[in-house]
């Protein structure tokens, strides 16, 4: 998963979280949802700005970051 093409890190939106390009929805957010048992297709009724790719590439952007903590901490 390229997730690059669908997250961004601006300074100017939600004081550079990483966020869903073209909105304000941060990935924390998204793996937050998933977390608290809203299923995916919950997520996109409530949000219409998110498709799926946009979901799997939340959680792929947090797998790559998982990875490379336990690679600096290894």
């Known amino acids: 998963m390229q997730y690059e093409q669908f997250i961004e890190i601006n300074p100017n939106i939600r004081f ?3 966020c869903i390009k073209g909105t304000r929805i941060t990935v924390q957010d998204v793996l937050e949802m998933l977390a608290g048992g809203m299923s995916f297709e919950d997520i ?3 949000f219409p700005q998110l498709d799926m790719e946009k979901i799997r590439a939340a959680l792929a ?3 790559s970051r998982e990875r490379k ?3 600096v901490a290894a």
């Open 61 to 63: 952007f947090a797998a």
């Open 69 to 71: 903590v336990k690679m």
């Open 16 to 18: 550079g979280k990483p």
């Open 44 to 46: 996109l009724i409530d």
